[in-house]
C-alpha cells in the first residue's frame, strides 16, 4: 500500500509567507553599476591635451540621507550610510590619430569602504581594494567651437565579492561602458562653455549567481567659465581656473533580474537626478591641479538620495620632448 506524502498546512503557510516575503523585498530592490556619478562635471567631453599623463588621486564620498521607494518617497529616512573611495589613477593622451581624434587611455586603482551595492542599509566593509576602471579606448577630437569624446570602458570585477554578503568590497560582475559627449563653447577664447556626457553600461550575471543587473544610462556635464589667473604684472597668467553649475541624471533602461526560486524577478527602474557646483584650478608652472565637485540629489525614485563630493589632485607630466627624441 503506498503512502501519501502530505506536507502539513503549518508549513505551507510558512512557505507562502517566505515567498511573498521575497517577492516584496526584491521588487523594490535595485542592483548598483560600476558608474561612479560626480566622476564628471564641468568640460566632461573635451579630452585632455595630446602627449600628456596625468597622474592623479580621486577622493570621492557619497553621503545617503534618505532611502526612496518606487514612488520616490522616504522609505528609511538617515540611513546612516557613506561610501567612499580613493586610489590613484592615470590618463594618458597620445598625438596619434585615429579618424581624427588623439588616441588615449586611463587606468584606476581604487580602494573603497562601505560599497553600495544596492538599496540595503547594513553594507559595511572597511577600506579595501575595490573593481578596476580600465578605459582602453578614449578618442578626443578638438575644434574651434566644440570638442568631442568617445571612449570604451570595462569595470573588472578584482574588488571581494561573495553573493549576499554585506561586506563586498566589488560588485563581482564585469561591466562594459560606451559613452560620447561634446564640450560646446560660446566665444573664440573658450572661456565659456557647456558640456553634456552620456554613458550606457551594460551588465554581466554576478560572480557564482545568475543575478543580473540592468543596463544603466548616466548623463553628467555642466555650465562653467575659464579665468585665468595673471601674475602679477606679468601677461602671461600663471594659473587657469574653471568654475560652474554642474548636473548628472542616472536612470535604468532595463530591468534587474533576480532569481528567488523558480522565479525572476524584475524590480521597478531606479532612477536620480542631481546638481551642484564644481571649481578647480590648474597651476601654470608647476603642472598641478586641485578640484572639488558637490552634487545635491533629487527626485531618487528605488534608490538612495544624497549628496555627492568629489575631490581630485593631479600632476600632468608633458611628454611631447621624449616622444619628438
Not at 566593509?125 to 577630437?141: E, I, K, M, R
Not at 564640450?183 to 554581466?204: G, V
Amino acid at each position: 500500500m503506498k503512502t501519501k506524502c502530505i506536507i502539513p498546512e503549518n508549513r505551507i503557510r510558512a512557505l507562502l509567507t517566505l515567498l511573498l516575503f521575497s517577492v516584496s523585498f526584491f521588487s523594490h530592490a535595485q542592483l548598483k553599476g560600476g558608474h561612479i556619478l560626480g566622476g564628471l562635471g564641468l568640460q566632461s567631453g573635451t579630452q585632455a591635451p595630446a602627449n600628456t599623463l596625468s597622474v592623479y588621486v580621486p577622493g570621492y564620498l557619497y553621503d545617503a540621507c534618505s532611502l526612496r521607494d518606487g514612488n520616490g518617497d522616504k522609505s528609511i529616512a538617515n540611513p546612516d550610510i557613506s561610501m567612499f573611495i580613493t586610489g590613484v589613477g592615470a590618463n594618458y593622451v597620445s598625438d596619434f590619430k585615429i579618424l581624427g581624434a588623439n588616441y588615449g587611455a586611463t587606468l584606476l586603482l581604487a580602494f573603497a569602504s562601505n560599497t553600495i551595492q544596492g538599496n540595503s542599509v547594513d553594507t559595511k566593509n572597511s577600506l579595501a581594494f575595490t573593481d578596476v576602471f580600465l578605459q582602453p579606448v578614449q578618442l578626443g577630437w578638438h575644434n574651434k567651437r566644440a570638442d568631442f569624446l568617445f571612449s570604451y570602458t570595462l569595470y573588472l570585477p578584482t574588488g571581494r565579492f561573495t553573493a549576499g554578503a554585506s561586506d563586498n568590497a566589488g560588485l563581482g560582475m564585469f561591466m562594459n561602458e560606451f559613452s560620447a559627449g561634446t564640450t560646446l563653447f560660446f566665444n573664440d577664447k573658450k572661456t565659456t562653455h557647456f558640456s553634456f556626457l552620456a554613458a550606457y553600461e551594460i551588465n554581466s550575471k554576478k560572480k557564482d549567481t545568475d543575478i543580473k543587473t540592468g543596463d544603466i544610462l548616466s548623463v553628467e556635464g555642466g555650465l562653467g567659465k575659464t579665468f585665468y589667473v595673471m601674475n602679477g604684472e606679468k601677461t602671461a597668467p600663471k594659473g587657469i581656473l574653471n568654475a560652474g553649475v554642474i548636473y548628472y541624471l542616472q536612470g535604468k533602461i532595463s530591468n534587474d533580474k533576480i532569481p528567488v526560486g523558480n522565479l525572476v524577478l524584475e524590480p521597478k527602474k531606479d532612477r536620480i537626478a542631481g546638481v551642484g557646483a564644481e571649481v578647480n584650478y590648474f597651476h601654470i608652472g608647476s603642472k598641478t591641479s586641485a578640484g572639488l565637485r558637490w552634487v545635491s540629489e533629487f527626485e531618487a525614485v528605488n534608490r538612495f538620495q544624497g549628496n555627492t563630493f568629489f575631490l581630485t589632485l593631479a600632476h600632468v607630466f608633458s611628454l611631447a620632448r621624449e616622444i619628438k627624441e
